[in-house]
């Protein structure tokens, strides 16, 4: 995870020249060449034009740098040019970070920020999640801007927070969970109870990413059982598991339209899960993926809930104070009485369950925190008026 009090911008100078040259070839390259062409001599000249007219900022994370960014403004508006993060440190929240703190300036200076952007360039999304929206545009580039702070309507709440089990999804059932079992030990040919004993023993492992993968899991299960396996067995098996937790990613009926209302209506909506590493790797092949600011996995955050430090995880990358959230959870893992310890508003959602099968909760009753009560997503769009 990114700790953002690492996140710095300093003035660059001559030494950072080729550095930023390279950085925005690097970014860049696939969006020139698929509009124009990129021509290195061209690219070199324009570019050294750019420098002499405004030179932009290093991003430095933890020292070392990172990126570009280049921010200025008139009397009307505060403007980003230039904004390039290298490759590895895309997707972690820190563009979020940046623009938001360009942002609380805007608002606190009364500005309107703009920006120009290419139609193609996906970091579209990243400014309308901030509320800029397309004021122009032309064939290849949109121009964006957001109004101050001062100009919009007081929100009762700044950001949602979701639990994904239970709450977006439905949680494993008993039934389910044991036919998938009971079909990876047939393939692992391992002896049912012994295995059964190691896969529970090792959940909460799983949970805070001791195990990197579930076939990390599986090999430590048949080492201590004393079992070989080849690589056949372990694919197979593996991908039952798998399979299994990539349908039980299916949104709730009514579920994406809650999202993409809150969204719309200035939200900022984030996730906060006690997983093992399969769901953070098929997340973005889910409908969820273009939804959320935000996903802490405890699997990635090597913490689960209710330890105060996921919660704060995904307020600091969301880039609000927990008492600005709404935190949204059907109350396992005592995830309700964790949220309101670091400051947020919890909610319990209890959606009857459909069938008489059992759940598979981790906790053994439901966190009785005491706390407005939901059986649908969609009283979420009531609580946050």
Avoid at 89 to 113: C, F, M, P, W
Avoid at 132 to 139: A, C, G, K, L
Avoid at 370 to 379: A, N, R, Y
Wanted: charged content about 25%; some cysteine; hydrophobic content about 35%.
């Amino acid at each position: 995870m990114i700790d953002f009090s690492l996140i710095k911008t300093i003035p660059a100078d001559k030494s950072h020249y080729e550095f930023i040259y390279r950085l925005k070839k690097e970014v860049y390259y696939d969006y020139i060449t698929r509009i124009w062409s990129w021509n290195e001599d061209e690219q070199r000249q324009f570019y050294a034009q750019e420098w002499q007219k405004l030179r932009p900022d290093i991003i430095l994370y933890n020292n070392k740098p990172i990126g570009s960014i280049c921010v200025w403004n008139d009397k009307e508006a505060i403007y980003i040019e230039r904004f390039y993060i290298l490759p590895a440190y895309q997707n972690k929240g820190i563009g979020s970070h940046l623009v938001k703190t360009i942002l609380d300036r805007a608002d606190k200076e009364g500005l309107i920020a703009r920006l120009h952007v290419l139609k193609i360039n996906p970091a579209i999304s990243l400014y309308k999640r901030h509320g800029y929206v397309i004021t122009d545009e032309d064939e290849i580039m949109y121009r964006m801007e957001r109004k101050p702070a001062v100009d919009r309507p007081k929100r009762k709440y700044k950001a949602v927070i979701f639990d994904l089990y239970g709450t977006l999804v439905d949680i494993f059932t008993h039934g389910e969970y044991y036919n998938v079992m009971e079909t990876m030990i047939s393939i692992l040919k391992a002896p049912h109870d012994e295995f059964l004993k190691l896969w529970f023993g090792t959940a909460e492992r799983r949970a805070i990413g001791v195990f990197r993968t579930l076939e990390e899991n599986l090999r430590y299960i048949c080492r201590e059982l004393n079992i070989s396996v080849t690589e056949k067995q372990m694919a197979e098996a593996s991908r039952i598991r798998h399979d299994y937790v990539a349908k039980s990613l299916t949104p709730r009926e009514g579920t994406i339209e809650v999202l993409a209302y809150l969204k719309s209506g200035g939200y900022k909506v984030g996730l906060v899960s006690n997983c093992s590493t399969e769901p953070p790797a098929i997340w973005p092949d889910t409908p969820f993926a273009t939804i959320f600011d935000v996903t802490v996995f405890s699997s990635a955050a090597g913490v689960q809930k209710p330890d105060p430090r996921i919660y704060r995880m995904a307020t600091d990358a969301l880039g609000v104070k927990p008492e600005d959230c709404l935190y949204v959870g059907d109350g396992d893992s005592n995830e309700l009485t964790g949220a309101a310890g670091v400051g947020m508003h919890p909610v319990l959602i209890k959606v009857p369950p459909e069938g008489n099968d059992v759940a598979m909760r981790t906790s053994k009753k439901v966190d009785d925190f005491p706390c407005p009560c939901i059986s649908s997503l969609k009283e979420v769009l009531n609580l946050v008026k």
